[in-house]
């Protein structure tokens, strides 16, 4: 089956479900976060210092982070779709005071309830 690659109506609602992801991060918007996460204990997030398994470990990771110094810059943002219920999003991102460079990357799958992240990854490395 072949599957049709960025459509761009798909590549619309993708990347407001980005954005919206993007916005509840930096404002500290649990409730947005938690919602975009799948509720599963097939989800799983891998950070820059814990590996979370689950929707559960996830949602008890984020009510227990810092609320502060969230504010950070994207660059090198990529979205790719895959047919009309399947997405990566990928970015680049820096912070004021902090050397290194973060990378992130989620992958998106259309379900009932809407686009949730199925899995997600963040990882630093030197500039």
């Not at 919602?35 to 950070?47: A, D, I, K, M, V």
């Not at 779709?81 to 902090?98: C, L, M």
Request: a neutral charge.
């Amino acid at each position: 089956m072949a599957h049709e690659i960025n459509l761009p109506e798909i590549v619309a609602e993708v990347t407001a479900a980005f954005r919206r992801y993007e916005a509840a991060l930096t404002g500290n918007d649990v409730a947005v976060l938690d919602e975009l996460f799948w509720n599963s204990p097939h989800t799983l997030r891998y950070g820059a210092g814990e590996n979370l398994l689950g929707y559960e470990a996830i949602k008890a990771f984020r009510l227990a982070r810092p609320s502060k110094g969230l504010e950070r810059e994207l660059v090198n943002t990529v979205i790719t779709t895959y047919g009309r219920d399947y997405a990566t999003a990928n970015t680049e991102f820096t912070r004021v005071g902090e050397p290194r460079i973060g990378r992130q990357s989620h992958t998106w799958l259309r379900l009932p309830e809407g686009w949730r992240i199925v899995a997600a990854h963040v990882s630093l490395i030197s500039a």
